[in-house]
């Protein structure tokens, strides 16, 4: 049984930033590419960032989130990050991350990724 787990969300205005946190059980460097999604209520769950397995540097982003969203890793805190800035009323949703053992090339689909955490709630005041 994996364990992992957001933390950081909160409400924010536009503009703000904000890092979200996904706490894992185990290692997850050299086992799984780390990802993150968002969902609103109603929609379908949207990726939103990956960092690749084996990496600190290969990542991926949503084209609606580039240069404003950053992810990284901190190996021995088994913790991968989500700095968010310049917070708008569309990033308002609740936040997952997740792990993903398969090849790298389904880092944008949700159900490659088996273990996810319960999500944290980002509400932007409008």
């Known amino acids: 049984q994996k364990h992992l787990g957001e933390t950081g969300g909160g409400l924010v205005q536009p503009g703000d930033s904000l890092r979200l946190s996904c706490k894992t059980s185990?290692?997850?460097?050299?086992?799984?590419?780390v990802g993150w999604f968002r969902q609103v209520p109603g929609k379908e769950r949207e990726f939103v960032a990956a960092?690749?397995?084996?990496?600190?540097?290969?990542?991926y982003y949503a084209d609606s989130v580039k240069g404003r969203f950053t992810i990284s890793r901190d190996n021995a805190a088994n913790t991968v990050y989500l700095q968010i800035n310049n917070l708008n009323p569309e990033d308002a949703a609740v936040y997952y991350c997740?792990?993903?053992?398969?090849?790298?090339?389904?880092?944008?689909?949700?159900?490659?990724?088996?273990?996810w955490g319960p999500g944290t709630q980002v509400p932007v005041s409008s």
């Open positions: 185990e290692r997850t460097y050299d086992r799984y590419t």
């Open positions: 960092v690749k397995r084996d990496s600190n540097s290969i990542t």
């Open positions: 997740a792990l993903n053992s398969g090849p790298v090339s389904t880092y944008r689909n949700d159900l490659h990724y088996r273990h």
